[in-house]
């Protein structure tokens, strides 16, 4: 006899995100999503096929999310504001995803990929989630590109001390994400490195 298929997927990364937040990535197994959830462990099962599947989707969802959101703040600062402006948005925005999804920005900002996934993610959901790396790192030539007109590496370096170097260490590392004014000193702390900006183009010998 089939094993139904779960209909709120959704729920099952739910209770996979919060037992890792929680207790650690150890403790993300199918029987403990199934205490969680109330569903069996067959119907999980039956819709993810392993622990490892289960954790590579987990990820791969909170890792969209944070893309998606943060490509929004993009958009909507480029469109009214200016190039500085979307590259503030962009550092802003692990708080503003930890407002909209609390516990998929504490699994990615608290918990290490490395320790969350082992080298038995299935080969189509490794892909994936190599594919959020890749867009990031778009992202950053992007904002780059509309800057300065520059897609080189100084160039990209400084965008990438700005949405990732300083909110982690601003925001992250002293926990202080739902703290306004450390998100009002890093918004001050991105324009000031703005305003340095990247080294002079290397003239080519």
């Not at 969802?61 to 500085?84: C, H, S």
């Not at 918990?111 to 969350?116: A, I, K, N």
Request: net charge neutral; glycine share 6%.
């Amino acid at each position: 006899m089939p094993r139904p298929r779960i209909h709120d997927l959704d729920a099952v990364l739910d209770a996979a995100e919060l037992l890792a937040v929680q207790s650690g990535p150890a403790s993300v197994t199918i029987r403990g999503v199934a205490a969680t959830t109330g569903m069996s462990n067959g119907a999980i099962y039956h819709n993810f096929g392993s622990r490892a599947e289960l954790l590579g989707r987990t990820w791969l969802r909170a890792a969209t999310r944070f893309l998606d959101g943060q490509k929004i703040l993009v958009e909507e600062a480029l469109a009214t504001a200016g190039p500085v402006d979307a590259v503030v948005a962009a550092a802003d925005a692990p708080a503003v995803l930890s407002e909209q999804f609390p516990t998929s920005a504490a699994l990615l900002l608290k918990v290490r990929r490395s320790d969350f996934l082992g080298d038995d993610v299935p080969t189509d959901i490794a892909t994936a989630i190599a594919g959020t790396d890749k867009q990031l790192v778009d992202l950053m030539i992007r904002l780059s590109s509309n800057l300065w007109d520059r897609r080189d590496g100084h160039a990209v370096d400084v965008i990438t001390t700005c949405i990732v170097d300083l909110p982690t260490s601003v925001l992250l590392q002293r926990d202080r994400l739902h703290n306004p004014v450390a998100r009002e000193h890093l918004r001050a702390a991105v324009r000031a490195v703005l305003a340095v900006g990247p080294p002079p183009r290397q003239k080519s010998k």
